[in-house]
């Protein structure tokens, strides 16, 4: 349990900067999620962290002390990879056990921490299978175990689910989560899913080509993102282009309130599926194109002429077939303009 | 079964297929035979008379009794010391990235690619002026020149195999790279290593190119010994029942081989 802070951190690989100037903290017991697409650093952010990649410059501090002098072996941190790497050779227990053994406990006391470490993953009666006999989420499951069964002051997992269904996916992920509140263990958590992402972090630091792009709670990331590369990957948006006229927004043959503080003439809406409301006869004229049954939602793809299309999600009771006439109009929208984004609520 | 069912349809193919079964079965039958006899004149089919004698005359003579310990032995030591210095070797070329190591390995294929002989007499010249000629030390190292690729390759391939996360799994939890290496590593590739030793046992027991050259006149491994049975006329038993006996670490290998091998160890092994 300790706090980290990435200090000016940087990783080149060759000509390739896999990580570009971190600068964050992560602050004791929270859980932190590294959210952003194939190839943008995270695993390279995860390594220098336990230590299996040097940075090529900055710092790692751990409770604000460095510690990227430390090799892999003597750092207090313990990692889920992404693919299974379990020992085939051992079996459950002794993959468990490794660790602890390495550091001279007792036997009586490797046995109870192995079995409770089972016990908290839900695998007990495990203990004598060989990797191979077990499924895929059992594997990552034990994965889990061992390392948190070396009660690590940093919890590190890269992208430890990510080769499971996406059922077995939700369920260690509530498991994973609950595990970690009991715990109160600093996790860092490294996903290319932004769903997971949302419902796992305390906070999501968004990355792109190696830099933090945002750094927030899901709240906020989710509500607010801070640019339009944020915006595209996190959630559902639908972006339209804008001119700005001061007081308003042009948007095709519509208006739209703005602010002073937006600059630029060229500004970028983007909306939420679920501010889009109904209107009266003063609101856009829609012809719903498409309708996808979400469960309790209908997610519609509205083709709003002079604007293209925009995405929108109305409650099942709204009765909306294909090829209704309708009438809509956001209650919240974002202005991406050159200063940054504003949000404007109606 | 599918393939013999293939073969029936095509009379070509069981043509061939029988005239390759005689070729490769019939001397191995013929040499078993021979093994057991007593007698067998021309025209008989089979042996005249059949016994054991000629193993008990075999295994009596001074020679036979003082070439097979000396061959074990050889054999022994030149496959400790090729695993000395190529396992560590092997796992360099697989772990580290370091400049022209491709051309290291290729080069090792190329002194087996390249006839021995030539290698073996420029050897030879080297060890006459060394009076390494006709002495233990000398067909060692020249049996160890052989055992090089095999030694090097296979490892070499076997230890690539190895996912590195799970090295890097075992450092994390506070291994030292010496322990990773060895209670990580090295079991995944025991198989692939024991496959390594056994070729290359087998390999030197049976050498002879390279054991005539230097090994004569003082030292005279069981395959040479055999070679000059054979070429002296002898008795064509003593050549059979030494035929049989140097089967014996072959047929061993061959077992050994077909269950450790028969996984992925070598198929997924040779991408170097
Ligand atoms: N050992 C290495 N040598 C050279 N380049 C590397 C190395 N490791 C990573 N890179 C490069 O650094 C960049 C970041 O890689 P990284 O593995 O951190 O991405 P990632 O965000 O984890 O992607 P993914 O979601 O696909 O796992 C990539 O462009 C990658 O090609
Ligand atoms: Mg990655």
Known sequence: MAS??????????????????????????????????????????????????????????????????????????????????????????????????????????????????????????????????????????????????????????????????????????????????????????????????????????????????????????????????????????????????????????????????????????????????????????????????????????????????????????????????????????????????????? | MTFLRRLAKDPFGIVIFIALFLFIIGPMISVVLWAFSIQWRYPSLLPTEWGLKFWAQTFKRADILQALPLTLMISFIVTIVSAIICLPAAYAFARIKFRGSQFFLLSFLATNAFPRFGLYITIAVIFLKLNLISTILGVVLIQLVNTLLFMIWIPTAAFKGVDKSLEEAALDVGASRFRVFWQITLPQVIPAISAALLLTFVGTFYETQGAILIGLPGIRTMPVLMLSLINNQLVVQYGAILSLTLWIPSLILLLFARRVLSGKTLAAGFGV
């Open chain 1, 4 to 346: 980290l802070t990435f200090n000016h951190l940087n990783k080149q690989f060759g000509s390739v900067k896999a990580v570009d100037n971190l600068n964050f903290e992560v602050k004791n017991g929270e859980f932190i999620c590294l959210l952003g697409p194939s190839g943008c650093g995270k695993s390279t952010a995860l390594r220098m962290i336990a230590g299996f990649e040097e940075p090529s410059s900055g710092d790692i501090l751990m409770d604000g002390k460095s510690i990227i002098a430390l090799p892999p072996n003597k750092r207090p941190t313990a990692m889920v990879f992404q693919k299974y790497t379990l020992w085939p050779h051992m079996t459950v227990y002794k993959n468990i056990a490794f660790g602890l053994q390495l550091r001279g406990l007792e036997k009586k006391v490797v046995e109870d921490k192995v079995h409770s470490a089972l016990d908290l993953v839900g695998l007990k009666g495990y203990e004598k299978r060989l990797p191979a006999q077990l499924s895929g989420g059992q594997q990552q499951r034990v994965a889990i175990a061992r390392a948190l069964v070396l009660e690590p002051q940093i919890l590190l997992l890269d992208e430890p689910f990510s080769s499971l269904d996406a059922h077995l996916r939700v369920r260690l992920r509530e498991e994973l989560k609950s595990i970690q509140r009991s715990l109160g263990i600093t996790t860092i958590f490294v996903t290319h899913d932004q769903e997971e992402a949302l419902s796992l972090a305390d906070r999501i630091a968004v990355m792109s080509s190696g830099q933090v792009e945002q750094y927030d709670s899901p709240d906020i990331i989710y509500a607010k993102p801070s640019s339009l590369f944020v915006a595209g990957f996190i959630g559902s948006m639908t972006l339209l282009e804008a001119e700005n006229k001061g007081s308003e927004l042009k948007l095709g043959n519509y208006t739209l309130p703005s602010s002073e503080i937006v600059k630029g003439k060229d500004v970028k809406v983007a909306l939420r599926p679920e501010d889009i409301l109904l209107a009266d006869a003063n609101g856009w004229a829609a012809k719903v194109s498409q309708v996808m049954n979400l469960g309790p939602f209908y997610s519609l793809v509205l083709a709003i002429e002079g604007l293209g299309s925009v995405k929108a999600l109305f409650p099942k009771t709204s009765l909306l077939k294909e090829h209704d006439q309708i009438n809509v109009l956001p209650n919240r929208y974002l202005i991406y303009h050159e200063d940054g984004v504003e949000e404007i609520t109606l």
